[in-house]
């Protein structure tokens, strides 16, 4: 399994923008597909956005679409997620997965994921 830690969550107001960070503890970077989820109070956890191996895919759940970017860096072995234009609805414990199995797809399906980080908290406030 893979190690994860997130960071760069905070409280912000309506229309802000912040950017997550995942680091992963692992040799070979490229051996996985990377996501973010995110879990509301009260509701499970759901898809926001995911990159494949080698970056060429990405996928965004329909309400970030245009305002999230997902994105890694191999030489620090991090995946980002820039969250623009940020909306109270956006609140969340946001989670770093990666997925060993199927590192070419980048997918929405949690099921796929066999790695999690603890989580940061996203606030937004109106």
């Known amino acids: 399994q893979v190690q994860l830690v997130e960071s760069g969550g905070g409280l912000v107001q309506a229309g802000d923008s912040l950017r997550l960070s995942c680091v992963a503890s692992?040799?070979?970077?490229?051996?996985?597909?990377l996501a973010w989820f995110r879990q509301a109070p009260g509701k499970e956890r759901e898809f926001v956005a995911a990159i494949n191996w080698s970056g060429s895919n990405t996928e965004y759940t329909d309400s970030v679409k245009d305002r999230f970017t997902i994105s890694r860096d191999y030489a620090k072995n991090t995946v980002y997620l820039q969250m623009n234009s940020l909306k109270p609805e956006d609140t969340a414990i946001y989670y770093c997965?990666?997925?060993?199995?199927?590192?070419?797809?980048?997918?929405?399906?949690?099921?796929?994921?066999?790695?999690w980080g603890q989580g940061t908290q996203v606030t937004v406030s109106s």
């Open positions: 997965a990666a997925d060993s199995l199927f590192p070419s797809l980048g997918s929405c399906s949690i099921d796929e994921y066999d790695s």
């Open positions: 692992v040799r070979t970077f490229s051996n996985y597909a």
